[in-house]
Each structure stands twice: as structure tokens, then as C-alpha cells.
């Protein structure tokens, strides 16, 4: 808009110029003029053309004065923009942060449970190696046993087979 305004002004100022250029004699000829309550004698056409130009000069100077204001609006606004985004960097590094922290407390977390895990599990296998050397000490002290009993029992037939065997030489013999 402020861009349109611009060339308006331009274009305006070039077409009053191109005419007062081609009606140069026209706008210098002397005439009366009443200006609000006394009269003068002057060129009314350059009386003309100076208002067309002040008007021109005046919208321009509109003009720039809407796009200083634009401006420094857009400079706010950038300055704003700024502060918004430092304000959501740091929050999001903060962010980052934060969860960098409570990823680092969950892993420590995990790894202590891990360990808790671990040393559950050892104690279970040691309990477990200790349930199995004491039956297999059991079990070899059973073994020994029977086999003393059937050593004993093998021991007894075999007396009782020589005694057998002794009495039958004698008989025959």
C-alpha cells in the first residue's frame, strides 16, 4: 500500500510537471487574484501548480512519514520476535535439560535394579548350589550305605556259601 502510495505521488508530480512544461506561457500570464479578502496580481497557473506540487510534497512526506512508521513497527516486531525466541530457546533447553536429568535418574534407576536383580539371582543359584551339594552329599552318604549293606549282605552269603561249600567237601570226602 505504502509502495502504491509512492508511485501515485511520483506519477502526479511528473504529469504536473509535463504540463506545466508544455503550458509554460499559459501558467506564467499575470492575472488578478483574489486570496481570501485581498487581491494580488500574479501568475495564476504557477499560483496552481505550486498547490499541485505543495499537495504532492505533502503526500509524500505522508508517505514517508506511514513508512517510518511502518518501520519502526517492524523493528519492534523484530525486536519482539527476538525476545520470543530466546525465551522459547532457553525454555527449550531447558526442556532438554530436564529430560536429560530424569533420563540419567531413570538409567542410574535401572541400573541399580539391574544390580538388585542380579544379586537376587546369584543369591537364588548359590541357595540352589548349596540345595544340591547337600543332596548330593546326602545322596553319596545313602549310596555308601547301601553299599556297606550289600558288601555286608554279599559278605554273609559268600561266609555261609564257604560254610556250605566246606560241609559238602566233607561230606564227600
Known amino acids: 500500500m505504502?509502495?502504491?502510495?509512492?508511485?501515485?505521488?511520483?506519477?502526479?508530480?511528473?504529469?504536473?510537471?509535463?504540463?506545466?512544461?508544455?503550458?509554460?506561457?499559459?501558467?506564467?500570464?499575470?492575472?488578478?487574484?483574489?486570496?481570501?479578502?485581498?487581491?494580488?496580481?500574479?501568475?495564476?497557473?504557477?499560483?496552481?501548480?505550486?498547490?499541485?506540487?505543495?499537495?504532492?510534497?505533502?503526500?509524500f512526506l505522508l508517505s514517508l512519514l506511514e513508512r517510518t512508521r511502518f518501520l519502526r513497527r517492524l523493528t519492534r516486531l523484530e525486536a519482539q520476535l527476538e525476545t520470543v525466541q530466546g525465551r522459547l530457546e532457553h525454555k527449550r533447553l531447558t526442556e532438554l535439560d530436564d529430560l536429560e536429568k530424569r533420563l540419567a535418574e531413570r538409567l542410574n534407576g535401572l541400573g541399580q535394579r539391574i544390580e538388585e536383580v542380579n544379586q537376587v539371582m546369584?543369591?537364588?543359584?548359590?541357595?540352589?548350589?548349596?540345595?544340591?551339594?547337600?543332596?548330593?552329599?546326602?545322596?553319596?552318604?545313602?549310596?555308601?550305605?547301601?553299599?556297606?549293606?550289600?558288601?555286608?549282605?554279599?559278605?554273609?552269603?559268600?561266609?555261609e556259601l564257604e560254610t556250605e561249600l566246606k560241609r559238602a567237601i566233607k561230606e564227600r570226602g
Open 2 to 59: 505504502v509502495r502504491l502510495s509512492g508511485y501515485l505521488i511520483w506519477l502526479v508530480t511528473l504529469l504536473a510537471a509535463l504540463f506545466a512544461a508544455f503550458n509554460w506561457r499559459l501558467l506564467s500570464t499575470r492575472s488578478a487574484v483574489n486570496l481570501l479578502g485581498f487581491e494580488v496580481t500574479m501568475p495564476v497557473g504557477l499560483l496552481l501548480l505550486g498547490a499541485v506540487v505543495g499537495v504532492a510534497l505533502l503526500f
Open 122 to 159: 546369584r543369591d537364588a543359584v548359590r541357595e540352589h548350589q548349596k540345595q544340591l551339594e547337600n543332596h548330593e552329599r546326602d545322596f553319596a552318604g545313602k549310596l555308601e550305605e547301601r553299599v556297606l549293606l550289600v558288601r555286608n549282605e554279599l559278605a554273609a552269603d559268600i561266609g
